[in-house]
């Protein structure tokens, strides 16, 4: 079959499947504005922000106090006043603020349990912001940062670090390669790069936007392995388009966007930069080429330092990742990603 029939049945399948998920969005606009109760299970990671936590429940988002504590899978019964949040035109997102809610099921899920044990390790051993930033490279955890850090995250263009994103995923795999590559086979150092994604995907509890992330970086190093960088191009657009047809919405999925641009920008810019950089800096500076409309547009901020920034600390995350069981070791590189990162914010 033509690549064109092809095309065009995946475009009638995607445009079915997107009216059929829009519907299903729209079905809570008559709840807007009015008491309503859900039941369902935490489906995202815990944000935690000053004395507030956040997560999802299926399509609403949950804002409620620090206490008690959710976790990721806990079944839940909440009550209170649907809030309708318009993104554009044709897609809105739906919250609850502070609701009643009564925990039905704690959830179960061991590899969520070691990332919280971790995570309560990391506060005890570390001062902040350390502690919160090893957990953010280490686990992609949402934890609440300093403040002050978080805007110098956001003004150097490395907000991407701490959260679970496709270029986060794409800075510790092609640093974790570029250090390693030194040592093994080329191939072999891509091989140990994918498996470290697929261990640090574990370790962030398999997440969706993490999955995502780790799928399309692993597809298009393993390109590079095969020595063919357009198959690895044409390997992202067929993951990018089986994911569409999972989940049409995606395609306003902010996770979903960095993940696929930062992944292009690897397989198509990287090649075609100057060969007297270091591999590492290369490959931080096609990626932040592509993700900078995308940051640009949702953060409101598009940081001018971002590539050198991007570039000194670049090589430092892969040694936090190798040291995230001797947390005390990992000290030294975790301050001098935050040295760098306070110096330019």
Not at 38 to 49: K, M
Not at 229 to 249: E, H, K, T
Request: proline share 5%; aromatic share 12%; charged share 10%.
């Amino acid at each position: 079959m033509k690549p064109v029939w092809l095309l065009l049945i995946w475009l009638v399948i995607f445009i079915i499947r997107f009216q059929t998920s829009l519907q299903a969005f729209s079905n809570l606009d008559r709840y807007a504005d009015k008491p309503i109760t859900i039941n369902g299970r935490i489906s995202s990671q815990i944000t935690l922000q000053g004395s507030s936590q956040s997560f999802n429940v299926g399509r609403v988002r949950v804002r409620t106090n620090l206490y008690p504590a959710y976790h990721y899978g806990d079944q839940l019964t909440i009550s209170g006043t649907l809030q309708r949040q318009v993104i554009n035109p044709i897609l809105s997102r739906f919250s609850l603020m502070y609701p009643r809610i009564e925990k039905v099921e704690a959830g179960n899920n061991i590899f969520i349990g070691l990332k919280e044990r971790l995570e309560a390790w990391y506060s005890l051993i570390l001062p902040e912001p350390e502690a919160s930033l090893m957990a953010g490279i280490v686990l992609g955890s949402k934890r609440g940062l300093p403040l002050e850090f978080w805007q110098a995250l956001q003004k150097t263009g490395t907000l991407h670090i701490v959260v679970a994103s496709g270029f986060n995923v794409t800075v510790v795999m092609g640093a974790t390669i570029f250090l390693l590559a030194g040592i093994f086979r080329r191939s072999l150092a891509i091989a140990l790069g994918i498996g470290a994604v697929m261990i640090y995907s574990l370790m962030a509890g398999m997440e969706p936007a993490i999955v995502r992330a780790a799928l399309m970086g692993a597809l298009a190093y393993f390109g590079q392995m095969l020595g063919r960088p357009s198959d690895g191009l044409r390997l992202l657009f067929l993951a990018a388009a089986a994911m569409l047809l999972v989940n049409p919405l995606f395609i306003f999925d902010i996770g979903f966007q960095l993940s696929f641009l930062a992944t292009f920008g690897l397989i198509l810019i990287c090649p075609r930069l100057p060969k007297f950089l270091p591999k590492g800096m290369k490959e931080s500076i096609a990626a932040q080429l592509m993700v900078w409309p995308v940051l640009l547009i949702n953060f409101g901020q598009m940081s001018l330092i971002g590539i050198l920034v991007n570039g000194l600390i670049v090589s430092l995350v892969p040694y936090v990742m190798f040291l995230f069981a001797l947390p005390w070791l990992a000290y030294v590189p975790l301050h001098l990603i935050v040295v760098i990162i306070n110096y330019f914010g």
